[in-house]
């Protein structure tokens, strides 16, 4: 299907199409031209999204969970169906190539497929002459979604896909640099499934806080900065919303000295720089081990010269801008400062004038380890090589980041570095990969990368209330006819 920029978008709201009280324009990050408007949901209109999730809830809650399995595997149908027009559009709007923007579409679609493989056990506790006891998961309620604008639809179907099956109804809102393809995914799902199960609502600043505080949001995922996070979740206290949360993180890769430099270096490049850098999990502290540091920055470097930066729309960029104006500043910072401590850059440092948010791949040469390059998330093209010799050192370094999110470790001997892997305080360590992530496994940051988990059984628990009923046997008669 061929999707039309010139569209109108509109939200989501009981199965319906819904012109926001207001809209807002929607930039691609390439050359600043406005791609299309958005609607700005207002806060009675985020009202009306709520109620029609709540109205939905009880027949939606009350569905065999076949059902509600057919429904994934439908959802998963229609972006399938509609992958090349969604592509264009997430490039326009979010600046990755081609290929990554349908990674990211058909990613989402996968992500419901599999998900709909998923059960929701029902444990018995006891089962005796007496008396009989299960524990069960039963669906909370409406759930509001907060999706960030990296990955912005594999990120939201990580939150819909488990609230769904589990019974609950979803109100999603993508970040107001990403909400078109959102939206249109809404906008096709109207009459795949019943109105009201999901409503899509778009906005500016004030709606992600309207709906952490909104009195008929019963839990909130969010995926977003750890800045953001601590936000949420204070302000989902005030009602005791459960709460999940999927935080930033300052990734390490360890490099050990036995690894074939020419064949890892491709790789940690992509582990770095894939989505120009703007990936929670990437790797944004390289630790390489000093016999090996200066043949592997060669190769590095070697192998950024050949990639190709640019309008994501254009055949064969393989990196696009920076999303945003905001983001953009914040990478500039990190390298004026860089800059002005004087850190050495093996490539990069100078960034073109626009139009655009494009910054040059950016690699720094062992820069102090309180440096704020190494320190923070930074979310863009610019990655610290650091030297060590030591393993506990490493180790240690590593560890000692207020982020626990990821991590990776390299070396031709599994056994060792798998051993390093489990002193890694990070939810996901790989060994001699990164970023694979499936929805069978559990994906969640420690420490202040997040607070419960995605994917798996795991993941889709936390879309449940706990639930445990017991049975006396035979305690009470009938009564006398
Ligand atoms: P962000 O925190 O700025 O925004 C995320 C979402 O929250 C957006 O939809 C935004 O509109 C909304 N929001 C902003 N302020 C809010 C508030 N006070 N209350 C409720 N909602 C609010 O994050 P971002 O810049 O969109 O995304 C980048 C960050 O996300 C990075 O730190 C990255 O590491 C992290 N991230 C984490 C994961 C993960 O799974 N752990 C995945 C992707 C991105």
Not at 79 to 87: F, M, T
Not at 248 to 277: H, Y
Request: contains cysteine; glycine residues 10%.
């Amino acid at each position: 299907m061929s999707i039309s920029f010139d569209s109108d978008f509109t939200l989501t709201i009981g199965g319906k199409g819904v012109a926001g009280a207001s809209s807002f324009p929607v930039l691609n990050p390439a050359n600043e031209q406005v791609v299309a408007s958005a609607p700005d949901c207002s806060r009675e209109q985020l009202d009306e999204a709520v109620a029609a999730a709540r109205a939905a809830f009880p027949i939606w809650s009350a569905t065999p969970i076949a059902k509600r399995k057919e429904a994934l595997l439908a959802i998963a149908g229609v972006i399938g169906a509609n992958v090349e027009g969604l592509k264009r559009l997430l490039t326009a709007e979010q600046g990755k190539p081609y290929a990554d923007a349908m990674g990211d579409v058909l990613g989402g679609a996968y992500w419901a497929q599999a998900t709909s493989t998923l059960d929701i056990p029902v444990k018995v506790t006891e089962d005796t002459a007496e008396r009989r006891g299960e524990t069960r998961h039963v669906p909370i309620g409406v759930v509001g979604a907060i999706a960030p604008w990296n990955f912005p639809i594999i990120l939201a179907m990580f939150k819909v896909a488990p609230a769904l099956l589990a019974g609950n109804t979803v109100v999603l809102k993508p970040s107001p640099f990403t909400p078109l393809t959102t939206l249109k995914i809404g906008e096709l799902l109207r009459g795949v499934l019943p109105d009201g199960v999901l409503n899509i609502v778009s906005g500016g600043d004030e709606l992600g806080p309207w709906m952490t505080s909104h009195p008929g949001i019963d839990k909130i995922s969010f995926t977003g900065s750890s800045q953001t996070g601590r936000k949420v979740m204070a302000s989902a206290a005030a009602s005791l919303k459960r709460v999940t949360l999927e935080l930033g993180g300052n990734d390490a890769a360890i490099v050990l000295p036995d690894v074939d430099v020419a064949a890892v270096a491709e790789q940690l490049f992509w582990a770095a720089f894939r989505n120009t850098g703007q990936i929670c999990i990437a790797t944004k502290r390289l630790y390489v081990h000093k016999d090996i540091y200066e043949p592997l920055n060669a190769a590095l470097l070697d192998y950024a010269k050949g990639v190709k930066m640019g309008d994501g729309a254009e055949q064969g960029v393989q990196m696009g801008p920076i999303n945003n104006k905001l983001q953009y500043e914040r990478v500039l910072d990190l390298i004026a400062d860089a800059k002005a401590k004087g850190y050495k850059f093996l490539v990069g440092g100078d960034t073109p004038p626009g139009p655009g948010y494009f910054v040059p791949i950016t690699i720094l040469d062992n820069p102090p380890e309180d440096s704020r390059i190494v320190q923070e998330e930074q979310f863009g093209p610019v990655l610290p090589l650091l030297k060590f010799d030591d393993l506990d050192d490493v180790i240690a370094r590593t560890n000692a980041s207020p982020y626990g999110l990821g991590g990776s470790v390299w070396s031709a001997d599994e056994e060792k570095a798998l051993d390093i892997a489990s002193r890694i305080a990070s939810g996901t360590v790989w060994v001699n990969e990164t970023q694979y992530l499936s929805p069978l496994g559990a994906f969640g940051g420690m420490k202040q990368s997040g607070l419960g988990s995605e994917g798996a059984l795991e993941g889709l628990l936390e879309y449940t209330n706990v639930q445990t009923v017991y049975l006396k046997k035979k305690a009470v008669a009938p009564a006398a006819e």
